[in-house]
């Protein structure tokens, strides 16, 4: 959970390593992490092309229907080079928790770079390329489907847009402030820091989630999509400015006082020159570590307003508001390709977790 | 002494700023819980003006934040609009609910993490280091929502434990001993997921603040004294690196509380975390502002006892 | 003292000239902690002519470094005239004045960004204010190097890659890129080992009569100060208590302070004869 | 008098055990008797820490003894594992650190961190050990009604912390004391109190002593034998009062001209004696003497192949071509 791991980021921001600390390690650690993270960036972006379908698109005739198992074998014991699924069949009289079956003997192979009409749209007859597809009326749910029997995987990847942008523009957002707070703060000095470093004493003696339903609780309730999506980044990213600052402030502190400071102002140097050449440098460090600390935890803040119904709203997909369907205990029970939302939460955090952790190692 | 009235002082100013931020988000959002009934063609809006002035709506800020700031000091936080009741009386039992969580599990994080910490880095890069390494990775990678839900589809499927609530209906029935045992099984879930939350943190910072005092010049200077290994770690290094640790220990009980906002919802856990959320979709404003005030009560003076708890543990501050 | 002002050649004016400077400093934290007031300097009256080499000691705490800091431009003084070449600097910190006259510091090594290579640190002073273009201030910062018998091709060098005893001489270096006509040392020696400090304590000499500087020596190390330096102060609280020639002053000083400064000097060596 | 402790080919190595490898310490050899104290001399870098380090197997990580030999009564303590080697660090040797200010824990007070050293050798309990450990800081000059064992570290000038390290080395009755640097963060007057101090104890208690150092001075009231050290190795060894007044090795020279130089027995401006260059990097040393690029007397040999071991006076070694 790194839901206030940035809390203790910022409390230590040298975390002693773990074992084999070798610098080449490190670096290894690093382009590991950045790699995984670009991958999943790159693929979350092109959910255009890597969705079979769009996001809001339902198929009501098949509620919460299973993963579809890819094949290249099939009944008959035949092999075929392009992999297939089996047409699901729903059997709403079944007692089972999950009333599919493999219809075997309708196989839907699968067909690359298919053109496929934009959902709604259908009209002006727009239609783009897509990575994958079945041949309709066929239908391809490789992670199931939800309860209005949209795709999870089309939905996963639209979501991803939402839930891994947000935490990296409010991070942006944060640290942008908490920058230019901090060395304001550490800089200057006197009255200006007083005043900052009470406010973000203030913001910092309530628990953070909190402190972020309360900003919520006083913003409009309902609204779009798109709107709702900025009004989530600017409430996260305002009220993380806190513990950066506190962090920066720190830095430029230290720095402010380095012999080879005062050398540059013995010289006659302006304090704009100081800051750009000297100061600023040495905060890099603390700020590329703290991003890789705030981004996983700002999406996860995402994901958990979204989940408790006070973020991205419906039809749009968020990581979040897929993992809702979760709170009734019948799909908890039954349907457990819902989890796909959340657990394509690990790889994510693990890469920023890889990354943070190299970074600290270097610092 | 002077350094825990200060330390008081300060937090009870830190309170002051927050009740003044929390008012101030109030009153600068748009509209409140009668704007929703102005929409109601069942209303009228005389009806409405005169509920305004029943509760102290329409005045100048600095008057209604004096106001509040009184019946507060007096006990009273306001009044449910949704529920029609005064909010103290709704949210003690529930705050109560929400400390017992999250102090159980800041008491079984910190209990698993420092014998953890300790050991890993008493045996830097041994296996043991090595494997809590791996599972600190692999938890804090875990999102809690992911563990909470986990772990109720865990009690679904087993059976095992209870899927919500403190205690079966039952509960009033039974002896003295069953009640006790079905309290442990309610909170064991919860707690679980909330502890998990915060052991990779902190097995990982009692780590990190004991490998830099094991490296420091006079645990070397104790080594080099003959002081036996179990006693160097626990009589020496441990109090020496005690000092970060308490900073911590205010650090994790806010991020514990953050954590049980959500598990407690997740989890029906009749903790704050539930009432705050129906109140924010209801915009019952009175009942999140003291929610929100509650919180910060709990976290300051979660701070203010790492404090006097650091007054104790460091003669530095201690003899003046 | 007022009574007793440096000896100084008539009609020439001194390179520095300090009437009657005072500074202090404000200790504790804001609204919380209580304030305390600590007088570091109480009137310093101090004149120095150009070309002297001059040594000021005193017990730590005495205000030696606060008294470099404010004769360097880093400091403002609270009340008091500060005369470099005989211009009036007054109060502000930016004057062009204080480019003629350089601290080096304690430990000067440490006064080198770590992250910046040779030729730059030695080139920051003319950047700063805007000197040549920036092949001229290399070329300027190569020749530098050479001054103080670090090699050309060092200029490319991350001064973190330096030795200790490198990144002072670096440190000497950039202190002359501006030509100051006063370089004021503080402990500039301390804390090097002993055939390091002689190449140091030489090489600094050698600059000072090449280029006809003036030197303030500030130091603990009596031993250290005596053998480069010609005059001698002595700070005790803020204030000169004395002032003398070094050959006179060795032979018997008129302080008290100036007594037990020497008296622990030489203690300390017969005890380490015996 | 009976052997002490008798050091053989210690070569102390850090980093990886391929290429990048540095030798701290590289084949020092030296005997020590009962009750004698010997000093080691050399500039900073040169190993002195990693010797005493090495023998009582306190190396900081990624440093280790790459062969040679410590016997100490008869055990060798460099094959002895850490739980041998407990028993015999401050019991039996005592290690004094070069800085008294971090040398102490800050959060126990100065009673209690003496009295942890009885406890763990003396098999005492704690009321016995703290009444003990009082005693011991009288020897070291505190008066009995200081109460000084109250105290914690913070409070303590450098003078008074430096003496409680001194009185936790003896308390446990040592028979060698190692002395790293004891007072090189002092200033001159108080360093001269430290360093009687510590011989008034010497005789007492009939320790034996090295003392590392880089300033010549402070060995006079205290070394019998004076081992000299440069980049790793001992360049000269011999009596104390020999070394010091007529140095044989071209580094010793120089070394002790410097420290003279200093001495202010008169006045006037003149260019101090020095070495010419710096110390060598310990990663990358020449085949040959590793100081022959500095010095003065430099011969063909010298850069050839390393000097090996002289006797130009019956009592003295030295590593130098100058006397073959």
């Known amino acids: ?363 | 002494m002077r350094y825990i009235a200060q330390r008081f002082a300060h937090a009870i100013l830190v309170l002051l700023g927050v009740s003044v931020l929390t008012f101030l988000l109030l009153e600068l959002a748009p509209g409140d819980y009668f704007a929703g009934m102005r929409l109601n063609p069942q209303i009228s809006a005389q009806t409405v003006t005169r509920l305004r002035d029943a509760y102290g709506l329409n005045r100048s800020l600095p008057v209604t934040y004096l106001r509040w700031v009184g019946s507060v000091l007096r006990g009273d936080l306001g009044y449910s609009f949704a529920y029609n009741a005064p909010v103290w009386p709704l949210l003690k039992s529930r705050a109560g609910n929400t400390l017992i969580l999250s102090l159980i599990a800041l008491l079984a994080s910190w209990f698993a993490a420092i014998p953890l910490g300790v050991w890993s880095a008493a045996r830097r890069g041994g296996w043991l280091d090595g494997a809590t390494s791996a599972g600190t990775t692999l938890l804090l990678a875990l999102p809690d929502v992911l563990i909470a839900l986990g772990l109720l589809a865990f009690a679904l499927h087993t059976g095992w434990f209870p899927t919500g609530g403190m205690a079966s209906i039952a509960a009033q029935e039974m002896g003295a001993a069953a009640r006790v045992r079905d309290f442990v099984l309610h909170l064991a879930l919860p707690a679980t997921a909330l502890a998990a939350g915060v052991l990779p943190i902190l097995v990982r910072h009692v780590r990190s603040a004991m490998l830099d005092v094991l490296d420091s010049p006079h645990l070397r200077a104790a080594r080099g004294h003959g002081i036996p290994r179990t006693r160097l770690l626990f009589r020496h290094a441990l109090p020496a690196a005690a000092n970060p640790l308490i900073s911590l220990f205010g650090l994790s009980l806010g991020t514990l509380l953050s954590g049980s906002l959500l598990i407690e919802v997740v989890m029906s856990w009749p903790g704050l975390g539930p009432l705050l959320l129906q109140a924010i979709l209801e915009r019952d404003v009175y009942v999140v502002v003291a929610a929100v005030l509650l919180s910060a009560l709990f976290l300051v003076a979660g701070n203010f006892i790492a404090d006097v708890l650091l007054y104790v543990a460091d003669p530095r501050i201690r003899v003046e | 003292m007022n009574e007793q002002p440096l000896r100084q050649s008539e009609g020439q004016e001194p390179i520095l000239r300090t009437v009657d400077l005072r500074k202090g400093y404000t200790r504790g934290r804001g609204w919380r902690g209580k304030r305390q007031h600590v007088q570091s300097l109480q009137g310093i009256d101090l004149q120095v002519r150009a070309g002297q080499s001059l040594a000021l000691i005193g017990a730590s705490g005495s205000g030696k470094s606060t008294l470099a800091r404010c004769l360097a431009g880093l400091e403002r003084p609270d009340s008091g005239e500060l005369w470099i070449a005989g211009r009036n600097c007054g109060y502000s910190s930016h004057s062009r004045e204080f480019t003629q006259v350089h601290l080096i510091f304690q430990d000067c090594g440490l006064s080198t960004n770590p992250r910046f290579t040779a030729s730059e640190i030695v080139s920051e002073p003319l950047l700063i204010s805007h000197w040549g273009t920036r092949a001229e201030r290399t070329d300027r910062a190569i020749n530098l190097m050479k001054t103080v018998g670090l090699p050309a091709d060092a200029a490319g060098r991350r001064a973190g890659e330096f030795s200790g005893g490198q990144r002072r001489r670096l440190a000497v270096a950039r202190a002359l890129a501006l030509e100051p006509r006063v370089l004021i040392l503080d402990e500039a020696l301390a804390g090097l080992d002993l055939s390091t400090q002689g190449q140091m304590a030489n090489l600094l000499l050698e600059i000072q009569q090449a280029r006809a500087l003036t030197y303030l020596w500030i130091s603990h190390d009596l031993s250290l100060v005596l053998r480069l330096a010609s005059e001698i102060a002595v700070m005790d609280e803020g204030r000169i208590v004395e002032s003398a020639s070094v050959r006179e002053w060795f032979a018997g000083p008129r302080s008290p302070q100036g007594q037990d400064l020497l008296q622990a000097s030489r203690a300390w060596r017969s005890g380490a004869e015996r | 008098m009976a052997s002490l402790l008798k050091v053989h080919d210690l070569t102390v190595c850090y980093g990886d055990r391929t290429e990048r490898q540095i030798r701290a310490v590289s084949g020092v050899g030296f005997d020590l008797v009962e009750g004698e104290g010997i000093g080691i001399l050399g500039e900073s870098g040169c190993g002195k820490t990693s010797l005493a380090s090495a023998m009582l197997g306190l190396l900081p990580r990624g440093g280790y003894v790459l062969r040679g030999s410590a016997v100490f009564r008869g055990t060798d303590l460099l094959t002895l594992g850490e739980p041998g080697l407990q028993r015999i660090r401050g019991a039996e040797i005592s290690l004094i650190h070069q800085e008294p200010a971090l040398a102490l824990n800050p959060v126990l007070r100065v009673g209690d961190q003496m009295a942890e050293i009885l406890i763990a050798h003396r098999r005492m309990n704690s009321k016995q050990a703290r009444n003990e450990a009082k005693k011991v800081l009288e020897q070291v000059g505190f008066s009995v009604d200081s109460n000084i064992d109250q105290a914690f570290p913070h409070q303590l000038s450098g003078g008074q912390k430096q003496r409680v390290v001194i009185a936790q080395a003896i308390a446990c009755g040592p028979a060698l004391v190692i002395a790293d640097e004891p007072v090189a963060s002092l200033d001159a007057v108080v360093q001269m109190e430290i360093i009687n101090l510590l011989q008034s104890l010497r005789k007492r208690l009939n320790l034996a002593l090295i003392l590392i150092t880089h300033t010549p001075d402070i060995l006079v009231p205290i070394a019998q034998r004076i081992l000299v050290m440069y980049a790793g190795r001992i360049v000269e060894q011999g009596p104390a009062h020999q070394v010091l007044e007529a140095p044989l090795h071209p580094y010793t020279q120089g070394l002790l001209k410097c420290g003279l130089d200093l001495f202010p027995r008169e006045s006037s401006v003149r260019p101090l004696a020095s070495i010419p260059g710096e110390p060598p990097n310990l990663a990358a040393l020449p085949t040959g003497c590793a100081f022959a690029p500095r010095c003065s007397d430099r011969m063909e040999v010298c850069e050839a192949r390393a000097p090996i071991e002289l006797h130009p006076e019956k009592t003295r070694d030295v590593w130098c071509f100058k006397y073959e």
């Open chain 1, 1 to 363: 959970m790194p839901q206030g791991s940035a809390e203790f980021g910022a409390f230590c921001p040298t975390l002693r390593p773990f074992p084999g600390a070798a610098r080449y390690q490190m670096k290894g650690k690093l382009k590991f992490g950045l790699l995984g993270l670009v991958l999943i960036h790159l693929v979350v972006l092109g959910a255009r092309v890597f969705a079979p379908y769009d996001p809001a698109e339902q198929h009501r005739d098949s509620p919460f229907a299973p993963p579809m198992r890819l094949h290249w074998v099939d009944a008959r014991g035949h092999t075929h080079l392009r992999p297939f699924v089996y047409a699901l069949v729903y059997h709403p009289e079944s007692s089972a928790a999950v009333p599919y079956k493999e219809d075997r003997n309708r196989r839907l192979p699968v067909r690359f770079f298919v053109e496929k009409a934009i959902a709604g749209v259908e009209a002006q007859g727009a239609k783009h390329l897509r990575l994958f597809g079945v041949d309709p009326p066929g239908e391809i749910f490789l992670l199931g489907t939800d309860d209005f029997g949209r795709d999870q995987l089309s939905r996963l990847l639209y979501g991803g847009q939402v839930s891994l942008f947000a935490g990296l523009f409010a991070a942006a957002l944060s640290l942008g402030l908490g920058v230019l707070l901090g060395s304001a703060s550490g800089f200057y000095g006197s009255w200006l820091d007083a005043i900052i470093m009470r406010g973000a004493e203030i913001f910092m003696a309530l628990p953070w989630i909190y402190l972020l339903f309360a900003v919520r609780a006083f913003l409009p309730l309902h609204v779009g999509a798109r709107e709702s999506f900025f009004l989530l980044v600017g409430v996260i990213g305002l009220t993380g400015w806190a513990r950066p600052s506190r962090l920066v402030r720190g830095v430029v502190l230290s720095a402010k006082h380095r012999e080879y400071v005062l050398a540059a102002r013995s010289f006659g140097a302006s304090n704009f020159y100081l800051l750009r050449r000297h100061i600023l440098s040495e905060t890099y460090g603390v700020v590329l570590t703290q991003a890789a600390l705030l981004i996983p935890q700002y999406i996860l803040a995402e994901v958990t307003f979204s989940f408790l119904g006070l973020g991205v709203s419906e039809p749009a997909p968020s990581w979040g508001n897929m993992l809702a369907a979760l709170q009734k205990l019948s799909v908890l029970e039954s349907y457990w390709w819902m989890f796909a939302a959340g657990l394509v939460l690990v790889p994510v955090f693990l890469f920023y977790h890889l990354v943070a952790d190299a970074l600290q190692q270097g610092a």
